[in-house]
């Protein structure tokens, strides 16, 4: 067998963005050309976008795709490449490759398994092709195979399994292909980030390679996309059951090219890195992406020197640490579109991060000096007032109108909103006048229970950690300030989670509204990622857990009970990042009815349970 040079090149694409999809992708095709590569892989659908949506659903978004392909060929001569696209074909879309060899088009191959599980839904857009089935498509004039088939480059037989195919343990295209005596098998992707997937995908690449005794390229898309997914340029090389090549994911570049050779000997696979890493990695370039395709100048946020807020402002200036450590000064500057002098980093991020502390009598010297040191430590523009006079106008007013007081002992949720949502109308103004992003801080635990007041602390046009659970960002906190540098978190680190609403005396804490955050947390993972009935959880849970059957049948309770009546308030989050294994976001994993009876029968049963 001949041994090829393949060029792996995830690149950073956008719906609807044409020309700027073309031109990435012709990059890769020149840098790739002169490296003198034989092939290039490019990820699944990177013509028009992974994330494009219901423009799937019509008539004129797939036909603009095959414009595009149109256009490309010109630039593809003395290589052979394939690249992701949509193809109508009558009634069906189909999610295809196309194969293009020295200029000219060489046949398509369709998608035979759609992703439809957690943040995929493909049977909505796609229809499945079925193996075996070959048929010509017209190309403008030309007839084209378009089917399941495979293609010989240099005496090297290829074929593909399109990002799900290779999921689908037992009827994969992988097992036809290799009844075809394939060499090589290559898997454009579009797969989702999630902390820790890569080991899955290093597994299946691992098991695919051995299974099908051939080479197995792999290449993902990159970057946020589209507004939600995160996709992680994941790039595998693997023969044989050995990982032989795997370039670091996350870029921040546009265009990203990894070179394999088609022989046994290890090309310098790079090391998977911890789940905190990825986590600061993934956020960042998700918020770098969000903020320059969005055409925003920045982020404002409201910043309580609490777990939540103080996350938010590390990850922005992280995101600039690590643009600039990628791109260098001059072209992080250049995509973010700020012009100016800017001598260091701080700088930028005084540029890009305004923050303010909104204090009320019921705030603690602790927490206004938690958000000063960390504003301070990372460059951003800090502001502080008191919102009491708001607080105490609202609050005047309707109590002449309804004649009487409001009072903590009959008023208490009232009169903590009215604190969170006075803050929202002035943070806002910020935002507006930097026309900048207004981040809301809510993360994946308070999502579970509503534990957040709707057009309060719920303000906000992006919500960069509502995927991931308290426990997790309390703990990321800690490694943060050690493993990033990150020293103006000690204060943040030494508080206790605490909404501030109540009266200072009361002390108010998250965990004495709630339950311990790590309770939450498996009470969660059993209830929601697997889906279990009350009983069942608490079966589990107390097996696992040391809590007495009432606190731990309370908890259970109280989370089901918050769960049901507040998925209203999760499908009006501001748009989050998917993050971990699973999120509760309506949008992308988790589905659950508005108006339910809450569980009412089954916590009742929970209840009788002996
Ligand atoms: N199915 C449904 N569809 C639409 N709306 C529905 C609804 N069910 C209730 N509602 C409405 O929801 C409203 C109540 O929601 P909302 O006003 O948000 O308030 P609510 O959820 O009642 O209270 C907010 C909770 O969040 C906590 N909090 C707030 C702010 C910050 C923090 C922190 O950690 O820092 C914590 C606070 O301690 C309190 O426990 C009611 O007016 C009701 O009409
Ligand atoms: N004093 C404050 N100044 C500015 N913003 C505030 C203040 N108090 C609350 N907020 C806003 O409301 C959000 C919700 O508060 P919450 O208590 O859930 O988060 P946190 O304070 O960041 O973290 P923690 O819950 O760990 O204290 C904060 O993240 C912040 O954006
Ligand atoms: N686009 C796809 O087919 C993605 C599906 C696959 N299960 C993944 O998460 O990687």
Redesign the pocket.
């Known amino acids: 067998m001949m041994n090829l040079k393949i060029a792996a090149v995830s690149v950073n694409q956008t719906p609807l963005d044409w020309k700027g999809n073309l031109e990435r992708i012709v990059k890769g095709i020149n840098e790739a050309k002169s490296a003198d590569a034989d092939f290039i892989c490019f990820p699944e659908l990177s013509i028009c976008g992974y994330g494009s949506e219901d423009l799937f659903l019509s008539h004129w978004y797939p036909a603009r795709s095959l414009s595009q392909l149109k256009e490309l060929l010109p630039h593809t001569q003395g290589i052979t490449l394939a690249v992701g696209l949509p193809v109508r074909i009558e009634k069906e879309v189909y999610n295809t490759v196309a194969i293009i060899e020295d200029g000219s088009l060489k046949g398509f191959v369709p998608k035979q398994f759609m992703a439809i599980d957690g943040v995929h839904y493909e049977f909505r857009w796609f229809t499945p092709w079925p193996h075996g089935k070959l048929i010509e498509l017209d190309f403008f004039g030309e007839k084209i195979p378009f089917g399941d088939q495979i293609f010989n480059l240099k005496g090297v037989k290829y074929g593909f399994e399109i990002c799900e195919d290779a999921w689908r343990k037992e009827k994969r295209p992988g097992y036809r292909l290799q009844d075809r005596k394939v060499d090589l098998i290559f898997n454009p992707s579009a797969s989702h980030f999630a902390m820790g997937k890569t080991e899955e995908r290093i597994d299946l690449m691992k098991e695919s390679s051995k299974l099908f005794d051939c080479f197995y390229v792999y290449v993902n898309l990159l970057g946020n996309e589209s507004g939600r997914m995160i996709f992680d340029g994941e790039r595998i090389l693997a023969h044989k059951g050995k990982i032989l090549g795997r370039a670091p994911l996350l870029s921040f570049k546009d265009v990203v090219v990894s070179y394999f050779e088609l022989s046994p000997e290890k090309q310098n696979p790079s090391a998977v890195i911890p789940k905190e890493k990825e986590f600061v990695q993934a956020a960042a370039l998700a918020l770098f992406d969000y903020m320059r395709k969005s055409r925003s100048k920045g982020f404002v946020?409201?910043?309580?020197?609490?777990?939540?807020?103080?996350?938010?402002a590390v990850l922005v200036s992280e995101m600039v640490k690590r643009g600039i450590a990628e791109l260098g000064k001059e072209e992080f500057l250049n995509k973010a579109g700020l012009k100016g002098d800017f001598s260091t980093e701080k700088e930028i991020v005084h540029e890009l991060l305004i923050t303010?502390?909104?204090?009320?009598k019921n705030?603690s010297e602790d927490?206004?000096l938690s958000?000063k040191e960390l504003a301070e430590s990372i460059g951003a523009k800090f502001y502080?007032w008191e919102i009491d006079d708001e607080v105490n106008s609202y609050r005047s007013k309707i109590e002449k109108a309804i004649g009487r007081e409001l009072t903590w002992e009959q008023d208490d949720i009232t009169l903590q909103n009215i604190?969170?949502r006075a803050?929202s109308p002035i943070?806002w103004m910020l935002s507006n006048l930097n026309n900048a992003l207004l981040?809301?801080?809510?993360?994946r635990s308070?999502g579970d229970v509503g534990?957040?007041t709707m057009d309060?602390?719920t303000s906000g046009s992006i919500s960069p950690i509502a995927a991931v659970s308290?426990d997790f960002?309390?703990n990321w906190l800690k490694w943060a300030e050690k493993n990033l540098n990150q020293s103006g978190l000690a204060r943040v680190n030494a508080?206790?989670?605490?909404?501030?609403?109540r009266p200072l005396e009361t002390t108010q804490t998250?965990e004495k509204d709630l339950m311990p955050y790590p309770v939450l947390l498996e009470i969660e993972k059993l209830a929601i990622r697997d889906q279990k009935s009350p009983l069942d959880v608490y079966l589990i849970l107390k097996e696992e857990l040391t809590l007495d059957s009432q606190t731990l049948k309370g908890y259970i309770k109280k989370f089901y009970q918050l769960w049901a009546r507040n998925q209203w308030k999760r499908e009006r989050l501001a748009p989050s990042f998917h993050l971990d294994e699973f999120n509760v976001d309506p949008k992308t994993w988790y589905r659950f009815p508005i108006l339910s009876a809450g569980y009412s029968e089954e916590l009742k049963e929970l209840e009788n349970f002996n």
Request: include cysteine.
């Open positions: 946020l409201s910043l309580s020197g609490g777990a939540d807020s103080s996350t938010c303010a502390y909104q204090g009320t705030s927490t206004f958000a502080h604190q969170a803050r943070i981040m809301a801080t809510s993360n308070e534990y957040t309060g602390d308290k960002i309390i508080l206790q989670p605490s909404a501030e609403l998250d």
